[in-house]
T-cell receptor, first 113, second 115 residues
Framework: QKEVEQNSGPLSVPEGAIASLNCTYS??????FFWYRQYSGKSPELIMS????GDKEDGRFTAQLNKASQYVSLLIRDSQPSDSATYLCAYPAGSSNTGKLIFGQGTTLQVKP | DTGVSQDPRHKITKRGQNVTFRCDPI?????LYWYRQTLGQGPEFLTY????????KSRLLSDRFSAERPKGSFSTLEIQRTEQGDSAMYLCASSRDTARGSPLHFGNGTRLTVT
């Protein structure tokens, strides 16, 4: 089992719809999760951090964490064409104290006008 | 906060040549990371510095790769005798040392093409 699993997509949604991106992880002890957005040819940009079970909202973005199911998701409301990018899920490697993050392969989102 | 800076942005080199990349982290961040990313994959960890000490290296980092952070500020990543398989985006990131788990802040990356 990979440490972080994401559906590579592409996930295609119409403009204005809700995009739902999902991530499962293997380390039950992980306490922190991060969502990054990466435009084609650019570097990853942090968009959300979540540290506890439940939902965390920031503007059009909501991160949801379910530690019992080892599942984290990102909802994007009122999707815009500018949201078209690859979304990476990441969490700290559990066995070390380095703070290094383990990344999924990313889900490509396409928002169609 | 000027962000993480990487230089050069692009590098094209011939197989067998040596290349060196530079990273300047966010000034108050004591942790610095190098990652490599290929098309369609997430970033893969290469190595980590806490201040000037290199504390972890991935098994991905062959003997041809070496990284330094001589004064605990900027870092360099050198690849000797480059191979076509080294073609990738090399990403540098930095973070604060916190107990909770701190996000990484990435630079714009150096895209390496080995011909």
């Amino acid at each position: 089992q990979k440490e972080v699993e994401q559906n590579s997509g592409p996930l295609s949604v119409p403009e204005g719809a809700i995009a739902s991106l999902n991530c499962t992880y293997s380390d039950r002890g992980s306490q922190s999760f991060f969502w990054y957005r990466q435009y084609s040819g650019k570097s990853p940009e942090l968009i959300m951090s979540i540290y506890s079970n439940g939902d965390k909202e920031d503007g059009r973005f909501t991160a949801q964490l379910n530690k019992a199911s080892q599942y984290v998701s990102l909802l994007i409301r009122d999707s815009q064409p500018s949201d078209s990018a690859t979304y990476l899920c990441a969490y700290p490697a559990g066995s070390s104290n380095t703070g290094k993050l383990i990344f999924g392969q990313g889900t490509t989102l396409q928002v169609k006008p | 906060d000027t962000g993480v800076s990487q230089d050069p942005r692009h590098k094209i080199t011939k197989r067998g040549q040596n290349v060196t990349f530079r990273c300047d982290p966010i000034s108050e961040h004591n942790r610095l990371y190098w990652y490599r990313q290929t098309l369609g994959q997430g970033p893969e960890f290469l190595t980590y510095f806490q201040n000037e000490a290199q504390l972890e290296k991935s098994r991905l980092l062959s003997d041809r790769f070496s990284a330094e952070r001589p004064k605990g500020s900027f870092s360099t990543l050198e690849i000797q005798r480059t191979e076509q398989g080294d073609s990738a985006m090399y990403l540098c990131a930095s973070s604060r040392d916190t107990a909770r788990g701190s996000p990484l802040h990435f630079g714009n990356g150096t895209r390496l093409t080995v011909t």
